[in-house]
T-cell receptor, first 111, second 110 residues
Framework: NAGVTQTPKFQVLKTGQSMTLQCAQD?????MSWYRQDPGMGLRLIHY???????DQGEVPNGYNVSRSTTEDFPLRLLSAAPSQTSVYFC??????????FGSGTRLTVV | KQEVTQIPAALSVPEGENLVLNCSFT??????LQWFRQDPGKGLTSLLL?????REQTSGRLNASLDKSSGRSTLYIAASQPGDSATYLC?????????FGAGTTVTVRA
């Protein structure tokens, strides 16, 4: 039981490049979500999913896409990276009625 | 919109002292409340989950209380140790979403 696995752990992108942050969980959790953590701004919700095939926007969705084709995976796509997307990204999951489990994070720098 | 506030923002105590961390939220219609610990450069580790129907939850030296009517939760850490130094985050669970406080950074001096 690996919990929530995020890859990569670190990434440097050039402005305008695209990339996908991977998130996988092996706990059969219904809910999955992506957060970004910035100094002085705390943790903010980007996108979330309440089940396979169902996604919705959170507080700061602009510049990001998600899809959920399976229960296990919830990738986050940066369409055209901008320096404002430099952040630490966390994926989290839970089953309804229980608490959230977080991944170890992806530290992204856009130059 | 749910607003979560944590006071104090930082706390420094000598080893052995009890810690009291406060969390307040504006909307009492919550599902659950969860306390996390975050070490520098690391992810979030869940400490305690309090269901909305519960008044408190305990795990070892940690005890968390919840008063929905007043919009408050308190995390107590007994007999603090240097290893307790970290940032503690309070998060309110509104079904699909977590609303986080800014955290309390704790330093326990040996």
């Amino acid at each position: 039981n690996a919990g929530v696995t995020q890859t990569p752990k670190f990434q440097v992108l050039k402005t305008g490049q695209s990339m996908t942050l991977q998130c996988a969980q092996d706990m059969n959790h219904e809910y999955m979500s992506w957060y970004r953590q910035d100094p002085g701004m705390g943790l903010r919700l980007i996108h979330y999913s309440v089940g396979a095939g169902i996604t919705d926007q959170g507080e700061v969705p602009n510049g990001y896409n998600v899809s959920r084709s399976t229960t296990e995976d919830f990738p986050l796509r940066l369409l055209s990276a901008a320096p404002s997307q430099t952040s630490v990204y966390f994926c989290a999951s839970r089953v309804r009625g229980d608490g959230y489990t977080f991944g170890s994070g992806t530290r992204l720098t856009v130059v | 919109k749910q607003e979560v506030t944590q006071i104090p923002a930082a706390l420094s105590v000598p080893e052995g002292e009890n810690l009291v961390l406060n969390c307040s939220f504006t909307d009492s219609a919550i599902y659950n409340l969860q306390w996390f610990r975050q070490d520098p450069g690391k992810g979030l580790t869940s400490l305690l989950l309090i269901q909305s129907s519960q008044r408190e939850q305990t795990s070892g030296r940690l005890n968390a209380s919840l008063d929905k009517s007043s919009g408050r939760s308190t995390l107590y850490i007994a007999a603090s140790q240097p290893g307790d130094s970290a940032t503690y985050l309070c998060a309110v669970i509104d079904d699909y979403k977590l609303s986080f406080g800014a955290g309390t950074t704790v330093t326990v001096r040996a």
